[in-house]
């Protein structure tokens, strides 16, 4: 069983940045073979879930027309841990952003809790 854990979430303003972080937690043999891709999604109040970027297993990125040129994502192989750099943040860039992992990038069957962003103008 792979359990994902993200965490890096807060408050800050309009302008700032954040880093959000997504850990897989499990046996090891089980997290390389049921994680290929994973993807950053959020959702915000009355809104509905909205993907942000995604990154496999090559290393391809993909990201959300919103959030192209100020969001990042990448990867840490030895600790099993995804990242998502986001500058230059918006007030609509609040919401709940959780993280899904999967054999493929559409194969999201493992979700981690969710960590709430939150940009204040």
């Known amino acids: 069983q792979v359990q994902l854990v993200e965490s890096g979430g807060g408050s800050v303003q309009a302008g700032g940045s954040l880093r959000l972080s997504c850990a897989a937690y499990?046996?090891?043999?089980?997290?390389?073979?049921?994680?290929?891709?994973m993807t950053w999604f959020r959702q915000a109040p009355g809104k509905e879930r909205e993907g942000v970027a995604s990154?496999?297993?090559?290393?391809?990125?993909s990201y959300g027309d919103s959030v192209k040129g100020r969001f990042t994502i990448s990867r840490d192989h030895a600790k099993v841990i995804w990242y998502l750099e986001m500058n230059q943040l918006k007030p609509e860039d609040t919401a709940m952003y959780y993280c899904a992992a999967g054999r493929t990038c559409s194969d999201n069957n493992y979700w981690g809790q969710g960590t709430q962003v939150t940009v204040s103008s």
């Open positions: 990154i496999g297993g090559d290393g391809r990125t």
């Open positions: 499990g046996h090891t043999y089980s997290i390389y073979n049921s994680i290929y891709c």
